[in-house]
C-alpha cells in the first residue's frame, strides 16, 4: 500500500469519526433537553387531569403513552451512546494507523538521508 494513500485514508477515516462523536453528542444532548420539556409537559397534563376530573382510563392511556414515549428515548441514547463508543474506536484506529504512516515515512526519510 501506498504511504500517501494510507495516510489520506487514515485522515478521512479520523475525519468522519469526528464528526460522528459530534453528531452523537448533539443526540444524546437533544435527548436530554427533549426529556426535560417532556417531564414540565407531563407535570402541566397532570394538573389539566386534576383540574378537569378525567376519568381513570384516559389517565391509564396517557400513562401508556408516557411510557412508551419513555422507552423510546432510553432506546435512542443507548443507541447514540453505542454509535459514541464506535466512533471513539474508529478515531483511535486512525489515530494509530496515522502514526504507523507518520513513521514508515521518517523511516524511508532516515534510509534515503
Known amino acids: 500500500m501506498d504511504i500517501q494513500s494510507a495516510f489520506n485514508s487514515s485522515l478521512y477515516g479520523l475525519n468522519q469519526a469526528s464528526q460522528g462523536i459530534t453528531r452523537n453528542s448533539q443526540e444524546i444532548a437533544n435527548n436530554s433537553l427533549a426529556q426535560s420539556s417532556q417531564e414540565e409537559q407531563r407535570a402541566q397534563a397532570l394538573q389539566a387531569e386534576q383540574q378537569a376530573n ?60
Open 54 to 113: 378525567t376519568e381513570q382510563t384516559n389517565a391509564d392511556q396517557q400513562n401508556q403513552l408516557n411510557a412508551q414515549s419513555e422507552q423510546n428515548r432510553q432506546q435512542d441514547i443507548t443507541d447514540n451512546l453505542v454509535d459514541l463508543t464506535q466512533n471513539q474506536l474508529d478515531a483511535s484506529a486512525n489515530i494509530k494507523a496515522l502514526q504507523t504512516a507518520n513513521e514508515t515515512i521518517g523511516s524511508i526519510i532516515d534510509i534515503k538521508v
